[in-house]
């Protein structure tokens, strides 16, 4: 391990130490400390990250994040009121203008009851599978509201 001291540092009272040294598969580590900091960075030289190594990185990361029940039923009501949103901004662009109202009807019902479709059938209810469901009965309820607020 070799120790390089940093000058620029020394004007203002701090003079940390650098250790670098090689790990095993070719990692460095550099370590900086001083009286009261301490800092640990692993680098890896085993070459350039590429995308693909990332992107197959991802399912396991988003798990990992929806494994605690509070980010479940987060996101679980953040897709619902995102439906009931969409609901909204359709009823009311549609509704204004008064043109195809019957074909964003049809549409609407269409989405809803292929949605339904695919929940009930499958065997096993993911996590994404259920927020789909969710924005479904947000957006249903979006459109019921809607249809109470013309009736009155």
């Known amino acids: 391990m070799s120790l390089v001291s940093a000058p620029s540092?020394?004007?203002f009272g701090l003079s940390p130490q650098i250790g670098i040294s090689r790990v095993r598969r070719g990692t460095l580590v550099y370590q900086y400390s001083s009286g009261f900091l301490s800092i640990r960075a692993?680098?890896?030289?085993?070459g350039p990250r590429r995308l693909v190594d990332i992107i197959r990185i991802i399912p396991e990361l988003s798990r990992n994040y929806f494994r605690s029940?509070?980010?479940r039923a987060l996101f679980g009501g953040?897709?619902?009121l995102g439906g009931f949103y969409?609901?909204?901004?359709i009823s009311l662009s549609f509704g204004a203008?008064?043109?195809n109202d019957v074909i964003a009807a049809v549409l609407c019902v269409l989405l809803t009851e292929y949605v339904t479709r695919f929940y009930y059938s499958r065997p096993k209810v993911?996590?994404?599978l259920a927020l789909l469901n969710n924005f479904?009965?947000?957006f249903t309820y979006g459109l019921f509201i809607d249809a109470f607020k013309l009736a009155s």
């Open 69 to 71: 029940p509070s980010r």
């Open 126 to 128: 993911t996590f994404p």
């Open 97 to 99: 203008l008064g043109v």
């Open 86 to 89: 969409v609901a909204q901004t």
């Open 78 to 80: 953040i897709s619902l």
């Open 136 to 138: 479904k009965m947000g």
């Open 42 to 46: 692993v680098q890896e030289n085993g």
């Open 9 to 11: 540092l020394h004007k």
